[in-house]
């Protein structure tokens, strides 16, 4: 968990959300470098996989798309001229290089080849030639992250196409492109002018402190963008109008920054899908800060923050499409009021609840789980709730019985760590293993027709023993007083609990 969730990507691919990692294009590297024979083809062409540059690099042709893996070779310079003419003459077309973790310092104008998905992250580069992937006319993804980019080096011209009789085209094919951990502080407003169809945009761990407004210029103007990760860049707002112009944005990534407010900018995403806001200073959900209507939003994570302590009423009630809750780790967090998720309708005996069916609330310092919280906990499929300080009381006996058996049916494995902290008597128990004490069903739900009852019955019996005892043992009158007296005080400790419970009823 805790290697790869600082950048974002990777978290959301590691939580398994499927729909971004089959988007994304993923492409997952094997570790073995077997070859198998090349298709033939009728012109004499370059037999790849006998040449040298599959023997100065790994040439993978039994992955799809075909990549030649360059990366770990310490490399400082880049492929050699007869090396890219085994490349443009070979019999085979990589779709991947990847030069991933060597030395390069520059990128050079890089001869046309059909590349789609150029990894050169981890490497020294400081420098970028003027339209140096101008011949890399089908390229989709371009990872230029972990290098020492400046933003005097990333100047709009970098990513120019070729010269058109009448002007550079533009990138038309790049979709992807990420910058981050480099030297950024800013974009230059015109950053993207050669590449407007960008789709995802990754600037993480650069130090920004503030969106200025060149580079809300430049973010805004991508119209086609469907995923931003702004992710440990200080920031500690965004721009009112920053989201206006990405209308399609899907997934917004905003973890590790310093809000300690919901973006006003929020609202006008109303394509949003997935939000993460992991690890800033939000210190509750509630008031002024509730989330806004974001109808498309499926999938909301706030998790890792350390001041987290509330979300209180309405906060998600507007994010009537939440699919996936995760709230997890935020070890201050003890209080979920009941109706955060509801909404209120026309009809003011009906509320409508989000259609959760993920919920993911370890990891905090949760004691009760308010069972209005929603009307259908039976849809909820996913339903994490181990460590936290839960409260085994008459106030939780509904989680015994109904919650922790559905957790116990679908996903056991979430059973195992819900336990008691409180009465001290029972810390550690397992929640499954408890069971609530009789008393507690002389509470709420069994109406007060039940312990009318249990009363009516002891006042009967007292009726009647009275007049037989007194009868029977007059002559022991003195002795059969001590055993009452005895007996009732007895009484009274055990059911002390059950009389807050009772006249709890009486309130309502
Ligand atoms: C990488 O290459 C440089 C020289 O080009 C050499 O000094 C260095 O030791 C090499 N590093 C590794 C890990 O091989
Ligand atoms: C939820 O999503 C569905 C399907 O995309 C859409 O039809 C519906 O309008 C959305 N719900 C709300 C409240 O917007
Ligand atoms: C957890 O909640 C309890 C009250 O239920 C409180 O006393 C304690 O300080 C809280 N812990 C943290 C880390 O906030
Ligand atoms: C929802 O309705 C309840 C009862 O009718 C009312 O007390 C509450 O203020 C309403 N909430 C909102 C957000 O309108
Ligand atoms: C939990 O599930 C196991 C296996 O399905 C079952 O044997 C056990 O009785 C269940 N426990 C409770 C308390 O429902």
Not at 61 to 80: A, I, Q, R, Y
Not at 170 to 190: F, I, M, W
Not at 318 to 336: C, E, H
Not at 478 to 486: A, D, E, I, K, P
Request: glycine content about 4%; overall charge negative; some cysteine.
């Amino acid at each position: 968990m805790s290697i790869n969730w600082k950048c974002t990507f990777l978290l959301l691919t590691a939580l398994l959300w499927t729909e971004l990692a089959k988007a994304q294009n993923t492409t997952v590297l094997p570790e073995n470098n077997s070859t198998t024979a090349a298709p033939t083809t009728p012109e004499p062409r370059i037999i790849v996989k006998d040449s040298d540059l599959c023997k100065k690099c790994n040439c993978l042709f039994d992955v799809e798309p075909k990549e030649l893996d360059c990366s770990g070779k310490n490399l400082t310079d880049w492929l050699t001229t007869d090396e890219w003419n085994i490349l443009q003459k070979g019999d085979v077309t990589f779709e991947t290089l990847n030069f991933k973790n060597n030395s390069l310092k520059t990128i050079p104008v890089l001869p046309m080849y059909p590349v789609k998905y150029l990894y050169l992250s981890d490497n020294q580069i400081d420098n970028i030639t003027i339209g140096a992937f101008q011949y890399l006319n089908v390229l989709h993804t371009l990872d230029l992250s972990h290098n020492k980019i400046t933003a005097k080096v990333l100047v709009p011209d970098v990513f120019r196409g070729q010269y058109d009789p009448k002007a550079y085209l533009p990138l038309n094919n790049l979709k992807e492109l990420n910058l981050g951990y480099n030297d950024l502080h800013s974009l230059d407003a015109d950053l993207f002018e050669h590449a407007p169809a960008l789709e995802t945009l990754i600037l993480c761990q650069n130090s920004f402190q503030v969106i200025d407004k060149l580079s809300e210029t430049a973010i805004s103007g991508l119209f086609h963008m469907k995923t931003l990760d702004l992710s440990y860049m200080e920031l500690e707002e965004l721009p009112q109008s920053f989201l206006n112009g990405p209308r399609e944005l899907e997934t917004l990534i905003l973890s590790g920054n310093e809000f300690d407010e919901l973006p006003e900018t929020l609202k006008l995403a109303k394509n949003l899908r997935q939000l993460v806001l992991d690890d800033n200073l939000f210190e509750e959900f509630n008031g002024e800060e509730i989330f806004p209507l974001l109808p498309n939003l499926r999938y909301l994570s706030i998790s890792y923050m350390p001041e987290l302590k509330r979300i209180g009423k309405n906060a998600f009630s507007d994010l009537q499409n939440l699919t996936t809750l995760i709230a997890s780790s935020n070890p201050k967090l003890s209080y979920i009021d009941e109706e955060a998720f509801s909404k209120n309708t026309t009809n003011p005996l009906i509320l409508s609840y989000p259609p959760m069916h993920e919920l993911y609330l370890h990891n905090n310092n949760l004691t009760i789980l308010p069972r209005e919280l929603f009307e259908r906990w039976d849809n909820i499929q996913m339903l994490d709730l181990r460590f936290n300080p839960w409260v085994c009381d008459c106030s939780n006996k509904w989680l015994v019985e109904s919650i922790i058996v559905q957790v116990n049916a679908t996903t056991p494995n979430l059973v195992t760590n819900v336990e008691c902290n409180s009465p001290a008597d029972l810390k550690s128990v397992p929640i499954i293993d408890y069971e609530p004490k009789s008393s507690c069903y002389k509470g709420k739900n069994e109406g007060t027709s039940g312990s009318s009852l249990v009363l009516i019955g002891l006042l009967v019996g007292i009726l009647i023993s009275i007049p037989i005892a007194i009868g029977g043992f007059a002559l022991y009158r003195r002795g059969y007083f001590n055993w009452l007296r005895r007996g009732n005080s007895r009484n009274d400790n055990r059911n002390m609990y059950d009389r807050a419970n009772f006249s709890d009823d009486f309130h309502i």
